[in-house]
């Protein structure tokens, strides 16, 4: 896998840090994922990176970062809150979308569970959420506080002790997870939701899970973390986690489709000796389909088309210009010329049949296809010269030159 460090401004203006797990080469990126860690934690937390490498083992491209205030980013944890941190959540999003590809796939760890289920719902290219220990609403973590609530409301800051390390908090942070206290807002999630929780989590009780699970709407589904402690310390659980959450996602984003499929559905099944057209519109767009591959065919936008593929006579041209490439290329290797590069261009119209000597009715039109060969390489004239007319050999040209018989059947429903 390869990391990447990746920096980007939030809405206050500050540089949040992060990391941008890749790929290895071999494999190539399906999706990209954003990360949101635990309250008080950072990107570099094991549960984070371990979940984050495994996944883009997988295909999947995962950024996780630094909230305002902890780990490499800028800014004063004081003052931060929930909101805040929804907020870096949705400029991560953004940057994500400038400089690669907008997230798919929001993945929360314990409150930053929370955090995505709040960011979700704005966030147009999120088609799946994934909390992991996480509490239904913020104010869960309102009980850290507990001891230095007190002393907030009378300083309007305290120092407080969580996970072994000291924070100051402000009483805006308070007042601010107040206002996150109803898991309601979760049936407007409307995206697949996977929940990962452990029965002994310490931290966060199972109960919350359940709230979660509750309050959101289907499609949802419920993985039980046995024996995972509350930070996924150990390598085992994280690595579950990834491969469940992968093979979870896939259903939903698609992954090992190609895209045409995750457009347009699965492909039909068709013979290998034939090819197969379906309506995907009721004007001009239509699913091309042979044994192994999916294509479109569509009109241009200004004879009222979508202009999502090809037109009928641009794929024609199409064939004319692979088959003719094809067959230049396999020539030139069998006689070892130096030929280079091929590129073959075509054109199609239609001219009066006057133009033609042989036509009898000089007032009809007849179909003319120019064919424009640039072929690159130290080659002799004689050599370039064999290179067109061997092009005239090419199995659709002779095909299109032949007499065509074209027999309809037409089929019964049932058949």
Known sequence: MKRIKYEFPNADGHTLAGLLEVPPPNVSIARYALFAHCFTCGKDIAAASRISRAMAARGIAVLRFDFTGLGNSDGDFANTNFSSNVADLLAAAQALSRDYQAP??????????????????????????????SPATAKHVGHLFASARDQVRARGEADVKIGGRQFRVKQQLLDDLDNYADAAHLRELRRPLLVFHSPIDEVVSIDEAAKIYQAALHPKS?????????????????????????????????IGRTGFERNYGTAPTVAADEVLITEL????????????????????????????????????????????????????????????????????????????????????????????????????DTQRDRLTEIADRCPVHRTLENDIRIETRLLTEQE
């Not at 760890?109 to 995505?116: F, K």
């Not at 039980?224 to 990834?242: F, M, T």
């Not at 490439?325 to 070892?336: E, G, P, V």
């Open 104 to 133: 798919s796939l929001l993945i929360g760890h314990s409150l930053g569970g929370a955090a995505v289920l709040a960011a979700a719902p704005q966030l147009a290219s999120v088609e799946a959420v994934v909390t992991i220990g």
């Open 222 to 254: 419920f993985v039980s973390l046995d024996q995972a402690d509350h930070l996924l310390s150990k390598r085992e659980d994280a690595e579950y986690v990834a491969e469940t959450l992968v093979a979870w996602a896939s259903r939903y984003l698609g």
């Open 281 to 380: 519109d009721k004007k001009f767009l239509r699913g091309l389909y042979s044994e192994h591959h999916q294509l479109l065919s569509d009109e241009p936008k200004n004879v009222g088309g979508t202009d999502l593929g090809p037109s009928p006579y641009e794929l024609l041209l199409m064939a004319l210009g692979s088959c003719t490439s094809m067959t230049l290329r396999m020539y030139a290797n069998h006689k070892q010329l130096a030929l280079d590069e091929i590129e073959v261009r075509l054109r199609h119209d239609r001219i009066h049949a006057d133009d033609c000597n042989n036509c009898e009715d000089g007032s009809r039109k007849i179909d003319r296809i120019r064919r424009e060969l640039k072929l690159t390489g130290d080659m002799s």
